[in-house]
């Protein structure tokens, strides 16, 4: 049960956009489009941000999105503010119907 | 509003055992698979295992497989992770997450700490 793989850091300034990767294989992120994104902050539990690749629960801001090509997934947050300071997550769904996360990258908002 | 609420945790030796439960409200909660997911200290999440909605099918992350069993009561909407054989790489915040699709709903967590 092998981890996706996430940078470890990104930085961007307010404003700006930036992008989180997450590299799977065709046994996890490839196989489905069950692949989501949570938000963690300092003490705080997880938090969902993006669901099936792409899609927001409600009340998650518009400038969180996702999308996924081949067994790469992405998270693009646009319009950085100091709040979305945070470690970021991806995870999938398996064809051995477990779970898997990402390693985590740490968002620093300059 | 769903509340997930974990307890349980503390500090346990290496080799003991510890009982974890995770009091759920405000879903039906035998209408959902739920899921424990853990965090080592300064480090990323780990999936630990899922549980079905009846709690036929379970399923479990190779490294705990075989020390570490989840259960439900759908009558007293509670979830439980029962630990055997602990070991120092287990000490992490465990946390119970609501499995709709994905995770979509976490508690707070309880900390376990495994060490002599």
């Known amino acids: 049960q092998s981890v996706l793989t996430q940078p470890a850091s990104v930085s961007g300034s307010p404003g700006q956009s930036i992008t989180i990767s997450c590299t799977g294989t065709?046994?996890?992120?490839?196989?489905?489009?069950?692949v989501a994104w949570y938000q963690q902050h300092p003490g705080k539990a997880p938090k969902l941000i993006i669901y099936d690749v792409s899609n927001r629960p409600s009340g998650v801001s518009n400038r969180f999105s996702g999308s996924k090509s081949g067994t790469t997934a992405s998270l693009t947050i646009s319009g950085l503010q100091a709040e979305d300071a945070a470690d970021y997550y991806c995870?999938?769904?398996?064809?051995?119907?477990?779970?898997?996360f990402g390693g985590g990258t740490k968002l620093t908002v300059l | 509003e769903v509340q997930l609420v974990e307890s349980g945790g503390g500090l346990v030796q290496p080799g003991g055992s510890l009982r974890l439960s995770c009091a759920a409200s405000?879903?039906?909660?035998?209408?959902?698979?739920m899921s424990w997911v853990r965090q080592a200290p300064g480090k990323g999440l780990e999936w630990v295992a899922n549980?079905?909605?009846?709690?036929?099918?379970?399923y479990y992350v190779d490294s705990v497989r075989g020390r570490f069993t989840i259960s439900r009561d759908n009558a007293k909407n509670s979830l439980f992770l029962q630990m055997h054989s602990l070991r120092a790489e287990d000490t992490a915040i465990y946390y119970c997450?609501?499995?709709?699709?994905?995770?979509?709903?976490w508690g707070q967590g309880t900390l376990v700490t495994v060490s002599s």
């Open positions: 995870s999938s769904y398996t064809t051995t119907y477990t779970r898997v």
């Open positions: 997450a609501r499995l709709d699709g994905d995770f979509d709903y």
């Open positions: 405000g879903f039906t909660f035998r209408n959902y698979w």
């Open positions: 549980i079905q909605q009846g709690g036929s099918e379970k």
């Open positions: 065709s046994s996890d992120v490839g196989a489905y489009n069950f």
